[in-house]
């Protein structure tokens, strides 16, 4: 069997618009696929031509089946899209989608006609044995058009031991040249899966049934030795978990065989600020162990919106471990939220002004946003208050959901954070800072996002100079508040 296991592009919201790391996904995939078949990697995200060239590139290798990862609401549109493209050109091949997205949307994707079968949950057991077996009746974990109706198999219990696991086959996509972040090679390595917490918006959660399972340290380092032997160790290596700081003790562990290799390579983490300042001493550890950037969720300084968004922890918390992390050298990458239900159009303002004071080095501004699979989703649905059906504006960045502000007034807060986070004199000055992972982390994402954040001073300079020339508006955004909530 010829299997070819693909990377959608489509929409590139949020920072995708500015690089992308390794897939990951599919890599792993690949490494439980490759006994059974010849499989083939494709990264379309950068490749030239549409969604009609791609499909007609891969049907013309020859493929018995394509499976197509969906992990996100912006790749769902050019993922069915390619599958129907793929199909008018050869009915023959069989096309499987698979991720979180298309987990909770299995029967909507195989409704479009052109999609075979979807893999629910967890895929490299599932895709093992589909190409093995070659076929789906009877294989846990699949969803399948049998004929003319769909066909749900039973659930696949969850991998107790994530060790069981292989690694990546990264051979298979030997140029790798694009997975960077500015001038440094980013890899991804995952430590763990799931998250015990339960945040509205987030599907994460339900996708691992409420449960948050960890590799061993010493499966962990061997990956990490697996990349340093690969591609030498000036890179970072980005913990691509959901949680990494759940098992604060493990962390520790982490860190102390990461100081014993000695290399230069760096690390980022997603982690909860309220773990983080619970132990404090950890934080010291990660400092030492070259941990140059945490993505943290900041979210809002609203804490009537942070409690009926079920967040768990508290804005104070979160502001102290951002003092905490910078205080061991390591930079912050802070994901903030606009719009969450209930949210007025003034909260909107105040958690839009509060964000270039969280003291956060690079900035993530997403509008919050229903994804399937999240309780957000399903209350939004229940409730009527959706008011987007495509799935290509589920982007991140607009309204999709009743009460929240227009796209336009919603655009204006956005650029004025991102304006004044990276145009403000704090910003600049940090960028002449001593501080070494600091430092990096500023310049890097400085460099990255320097055409945009012109943009933006361009666009901010001439809306000024029209200003004077407008008619007045019949109602104005409410004023921003600048102090620090």
Same mark, same amino acid.
């Given at each position: 069997?010829?299997?070819?296991?693909?990377?959608?592009?489509?929409?590139?919201?949020?920072?995708?618009?500015?690089?992308?790391?390794?897939?990951?996904?599919?890599?792993?995939?690949?490494?439980?696929?490759?006994?059974?078949?010849?499989?083939?990697?494709?990264?379309?995200?950068?490749?030239?031509?549409?969604?009609?060239?791609?499909?007609?590139?891969?049907?013309?290798?020859?493929?018995?089946?394509?499976?197509?990862?969906?992990?996100?609401?912006?790749?769902?549109?050019?993922?069915?899209?390619?599958?129907?493209?793929?199909?008018?050109?050869?009915?023959?091949?069989?096309?499987?989608?698979?991720?979180?997205?298309?987990?909770?949307?299995?029967?909507?994707?195989?409704?479009?006609?052109?999609?075979?079968?979807?893999?629910?949950?967890?895929?490299?057991?599932?895709?093992?044995?589909?190409?093995?077996?070659?076929?789906?009746?009877?294989?846990?974990?699949?969803?399948?058009?049998?004929?003319?109706?769909?066909?749900?198999?039973?659930?696949?219990?969850?991998?107790?031991?994530?060790?069981?696991?292989?690694?990546?086959?990264?051979?298979?996509?030997?140029?790798?040249?694009?997975?960077?972040?500015?001038?440094?090679?980013?890899?991804?390595?995952?430590?763990?899966?799931?998250?015990?917490?339960?945040?509205?918006?987030?599907?994460?959660?339900?996708?691992?049934?409420?449960?948050?399972?960890?590799?061993?340290?010493?499966?962990?380092?061997?990956?990490?030795?697996?990349?340093?032997?690969?591609?030498?160790?000036?890179?970072?290596?980005?913990?691509?978990?959901?949680?990494? @700081? $759940?098992?604060?003790?493990?962390? !520790?562990?982490?860190? +102390? %065989?990461?100081?014993?290799?000695?290399?230069? &390579?760096?690390? *980022?983490?997603?982690?909860?600020?309220?773990?983080?300042?619970?132990?404090?001493?950890?934080?010291?550890?990660?400092?030492?162990?070259?941990?140059?950037?945490?993505?943290?969720?900041?979210?809002?300084?609203?804490?009537?919106?942070?409690?009926?968004?079920?967040?768990?922890?508290?804005?104070?918390?979160?502001?102290?471990?951002?003092?905490?992390?910078?205080?061991?050298?390591?930079?912050?990458?802070?994901?903030?939220?606009?719009?969450?239900?209930?949210?007025?159009?003034?909260?909107?303002?105040?958690?839009?002004?509060?964000?270039?004071?969280?003291?956060?080095?690079?900035?993530?501004?997403?509008? @919050? $946003?229903?994804?399937?699979?999240? !309780?957000?989703?399903? +209350? %939004?649905?229940?409730?009527?208050?959706?008011? &987007?059906?495509? *799935?290509?504006?589920?982007?991140?960045?607009?309204?999709?959901?009743?009460?929240?502000?227009?796209?336009?007034?919603?655009?204006?807060?956005?650029?004025?954070?991102?304006?004044?986070?990276?145009?403000?004199?704090?910003?600049?000055?940090?960028?002449?800072?001593?501080?070494?992972?600091?430092?990096?982390?500023?310049?890097?994402?400085?460099?990255?996002?320097?055409?945009?954040?012109?943009?933006?001073?361009?666009?901010?300079?001439?809306?000024?100079?029209?200003?004077?020339?407008?008619?007045?508006?019949?109602?104005?955004?409410?004023?921003?508040?600048?102090?620090?909530?």
């Amino acid at each position: 069997m010829r299997l070819f296991l693909v990377m959608p592009t489509g929409l590139r919201a949020g920072y995708e618009k500015f690089f992308w790391t390794s897939p990951l996904g599919i890599e792993t995939l690949a490494a439980h696929a490759r006994d059974h078949a010849e499989v083939t990697l494709v990264d379309t995200r950068g490749r030239r031509g549409g969604v009609e060239a791609h499909a007609a590139w891969l049907a013309a290798q020859g493929p018995d089946m394509i499976g197509v990862t969906v992990n996100s609401a912006p790749h769902t549109k050019y993922s069915v899209a390619l599958a129907r493209a793929v199909k008018r050109l050869d009915d023959g091949i069989r096309v499987i989608l698979g991720g979180q997205q298309a987990t909770f949307l299995a029967d909507e994707l195989l409704a479009t006609g052109g999609v075979d079968a979807v893999v629910r949950g967890e895929g490299e057991f599932t895709l093992e044995e589909i190409v093995r077996t070659g076929g789906f009746a009877g294989v846990a974990g699949v969803s399948w058009r049998d004929g003319g109706r769909i066909r749900h198999e039973a659930d696949r219990p969850l991998i107790d031991d994530l060790d069981t696991v292989r690694m990546p086959a990264r051979d298979l996509l030997a140029d790798r040249s694009g997975y960077r972040v500015g001038a440094y090679r980013v890899e991804g390595l995952e430590t763990s899966r799931g998250c015990p917490h339960r945040c509205s918006f987030c599907s994460v959660r339900n996708f691992h049934r409420g449960r948050w399972r960890p590799k061993s340290v010493g499966r962990v380092m061997a990956e990490v030795d697996d990349l340093m032997e690969r591609y030498g160790d000036r890179m970072v290596i980005y913990f691509a978990d959901d949680s990494f @700081a $759940t098992d604060m003790r493990r962390v !520790e562990q982490l860190c +102390r %065989a990461i100081v014993e290799r000695r290399s230069n &390579a760096y690390f *980022w983490c997603q982690a909860r600020g309220d773990a983080l300042v619970a132990h404090p001493e950890v934080v010291a550890w990660m400092g030492k162990a070259r941990f140059a950037a945490v993505l943290m969720g900041i979210e809002t300084p609203i804490p009537r919106l942070m409690a009926e968004a079920r967040k768990g922890a508290s804005i104070k918390q979160i502001m102290d471990a951002v003092d905490l992390l910078h205080a061991h050298d390591i930079g912050v990458w802070g994901t903030f939220v606009l719009g969450l239900p209930g949210e007025t159009p003034e909260e909107t303002a105040a958690s839009a002004a509060f964000i270039p004071t969280a003291g956060a080095d690079v900035v993530q501004i997403t509008v @919050a $946003t229903p994804i399937p699979g999240s !309780e957000l989703y399903d +209350r %939004a649905k229940a409730d009527g208050l959706l008011t &987007a059906h495509d *799935w290509d504006a589920f982007d991140f960045g607009s309204p999709t959901m009743l009460g929240q502000l227009p796209k336009p007034a919603m655009d204006a807060l956005l650029h004025r954070a991102y304006l004044k986070t990276y145009m403000s004199g704090r910003f600049f000055r940090s960028l002449l800072s001593r501080r070494t992972n600091l430092n990096r982390l500023r310049r890097t994402a400085f460099r990255v996002f320097g055409r945009w954040i012109w943009y933006l001073a361009i666009e901010g300079a001439v809306g000024l100079l029209k200003r004077p020339f407008a008619r007045r508006p019949a109602a104005a955004l409410p004023s921003l508040r600048t102090e620090k909530a």
